[in-house]
């Protein structure tokens, strides 16, 4: 139940493009899904964050939408640009207090 | 302002011998984290400090893994002995617990090869 789905485990983009990656949960008690975003030999770096009373959340070219009753949320980039090439890790927790991480997805976006 | 500082970058030993790793919070962040990241994985939550207390390390392997945070600031990941399973990332985040809308903050980690 403390488990966090992410998929794809890869994803190659063309620049322009829109990038989704996915992530689906179990326990219903989470109120907080920040999505990081981590460069080789970086730690995360927070992107982005939503919490469960609203559905949608845009920051830029990074939108998290989020399906409360599917218990599912996803990072959308718009417009992905090769200085998007990173991993991106969803995560889920109660507060702040145990971020739970997916398994991350390595994004390639080529020119 | 500075972001979540860890020291060293890299640290390379060999089996049966202490480590210890070291992080310095965002100033003014009374909550800090450790969690390991191994190869290719999200990181994984290893203990919590609230100030100077120890409120959630039900995930830190207590026959080697220690930890303190004397003064409610800086804290220090202890491993003796090290285990080739302890090669990964070690990374350190922060956060402020006085306000709904925290975030955590991640350092750049200190990544450990056991040889």
């Known amino acids: 139940q403390q488990q966090v789905k992410q998929s794809p485990q890869s994803l190659i983009v063309q620049k322009g493009g829109i990038s989704i990656i996915n992530c689906a949960y179990e326990n219903t008690a989470f109120d907080y899904f920040p999505w990081y975003q981590q460069f080789p030999g970086k730690g995360p770096a927070l992107l982005i964050a939503?919490?469960?009373?609203?559905s949608e959340k845009k920051e830029g070219r990074f939108t998290i939408s989020f399906n409360k009753s599917a218990k599912q949320f996803s990072l959308h980039i718009m417009d992905s640009q090769p200085g998007d090439s990173a991993t991106y890790f969803c995560a889920a927790s109660i507060g702040v207090d145990k971020l739970i991480f997916g398994t991350g997805t390595r994004l390639q976006v080529f020119p | 302002e500075a972001g979540v500082v860890q020291s060293p970058r890299y640290k390379i030993i060999e089996k049966k011998q202490p480590v210890a790793f070291w992080c310095n919070p965002i100033?003014?962040?009374?909550?800090l984290y450790w969690y390991l990241q191994n190869l290719g994985q999200g990181p994984e939550l290893l203990i919590r400090?609230?100030?100077?207390?120890?409120?959630?390390d039900s995930q830190l392997p207590k026959d080697r893994f220690s930890a303190e945070r004397l003064k409610g600031v800086d804290s220090t990941l202890k491993i003796q002995p090290a285990e080739l399973g302890d090669s990964a990332v070690y990374l350190c985040?922060?956060?402020?617990?006085?306000?709904?809308?925290?975030?955590?903050?991640f350092g750049q980690g200190t990544r450990l090869t056991v040889v």
């Open positions: 939503i919490r469960p009373d609203v």
């Open positions: 985040a922060s956060s402020f617990s006085g306000t709904v809308n925290t975030e955590a903050f």
């Open positions: 100033s003014g962040h009374n909550t």
């Open positions: 400090y609230e100030n100077e207390e120890a409120v959630d």
